[in-house]
């Protein structure tokens, strides 16, 4: 039995982690699922966006798969305090230094993308983005006001350590793929993008069988539009992979087809890659694709069933072949059909 906690956190969350119970009910006796708070749901009920109790049983957990977190009615609470704070404490918090975000096609919405089709043939790349260092958590960090004037700052800052660890990640990744890895950075400008290509340039020196090339991150932004079936594993740093991860996941036609892995040595989370979309919390129309996907990636990886992961997604791809869609992925002579829906459809195929 693997423990897992589900922290379905804000807006959309806890809709489509009701999708995701449905997937994982599909397998009796293999979980024992306990539930918890994140984000603005545990600032209402802790008034901490990531509390002690959370910490807890995170840590006890196998893998933990979350919802999403953030809304407008927290948005006024400093920095300190706002639901985000909670996401990244719990993957500082729990070590999860690499986060895996792969980019797929799925064939019967191909028309969805805003890219030509031609382009897309033969997409499939992972963005392995380094998640627990950068400006994210660089210190010093701050806001104040000095003579009058108002003054903020972060710090972009990588050890060697940092670098080495997610570069053997992506590496070892590419090895079980198509053997190419491109690192992403800005090391005309930022010394801290310097020493990542160096590390990089290291770390290959154990990976000969992998092809290696560098990319400045605003080229990268427009080679992945432009010639997307190029990438295989892009290697990333924290701050650049996030923005890169929203860029690519339009390729697929939507950010709610997303899902994702974040990973440590001890511990794990999943979770769709997309915000808590507070505009449609409880309009029953968001996507939980993504979510149910993460789900597939966290018996691949943390139950060590990666025959359960293929069904999944086999019953994702039979419900999209069916014609069936939520909002963000309709288009003319589909159903259109509600988040509650999908999970339902999905479940009843992986037990047909
Ligand atoms: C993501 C999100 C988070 C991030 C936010 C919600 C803190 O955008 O997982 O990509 O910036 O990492
Ligand atoms: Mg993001």
Not at 268 to 280: C, T, V
Request: proline share 5%.
């Amino acid at each position: 039995m693997k423990k897992i906690l589900l922290l379905p956190g804000d807006g959309i969350g806890p809709e489509i982690m009701e999708q995701a119970k449905k997937v994982l009910a599909c397998f009796p006796n293999l979980f024992e699922c306990e539930e918890g708070y994140i984000g603005g749901a545990a600032i209402d009920k802790f008034g901490n966006p990531f509390p002690e109790i959370t910490l807890k049983q995170s840590t006890k957990a196998d893998a933990v798969l979350l919802g999403a977190v953030g809304g407008p009615k927290w948005d006024s609470l400093s920095s300190e305090n706002r639901p985000e704070k909670g996401l990244l404490a719990i993957r500082k918090a729990l070590g999860l230094y690499a986060n895996i975000r792969p980019v797929d096609i799925w064939k019967s919405l191909i028309d969805l993308s805003p890219l030509k089709p031609s382009l897309l043939k033969d997409v499939s790349f992972v963005v392995v983005r380094e998640l627990t260092g950068d400006l994210y958590f660089g210190t010093p960090r701050g806001y104040r006001v000095e003579k009058g004037s108002r003054i903020a700052f972060n710090t972009m800052i990588y050890s060697e350590e940092e670098i080495k660890r997610i570069a053997h990640t992506g590496f070892t990744l590419a090895r079980n793929r198509k053997k190419k890895l491109c690192s992403i950075d800005k090391s005309n400008v930022l010394e801290a993008m310097v020493l990542w290509r160096e590390i990089v340039e290291e770390v290959h020196r154990d990976y000969k069988d992998i092809a290696l090339s560098h990319m400045y991150v605003d080229n990268a932004a427009m080679q992945i539009i432009k010639r997307p079936a190029d990438f295989d594993v892009i290697l990333t740093p924290n701050m650049f992979g996030d923005i890169l991860s929203d860029e690519a996941a339009v390729l697929s036609g939507s950010l709610g087809l997303l899902p994702s892995a974040s990973l440590g040595i001890k511990h794990a989370l999943y979770e769709p890659i997309h915000g808590s979309a507070p505009d449609i919390a409880g309009m029953g129309i968001a996507n939980p694709i993504g979510m149910i996907l993460s789900v597939a990636m966290m018996l691949e990886t943390s139950c060590d069933s990666a025959d359960l992961a293929f069904k999944i997604r086999h019953a994702v791809a039979a419900v999209l072949d069916a014609g069936l869609r939520t909002k963000d992925i309709w288009s003319n002579g589909m159903a259109l059909a509600s988040t509650d829906e999908i999970g339902t459809r999905i479940a009843e195929s992986i037990l047909t």
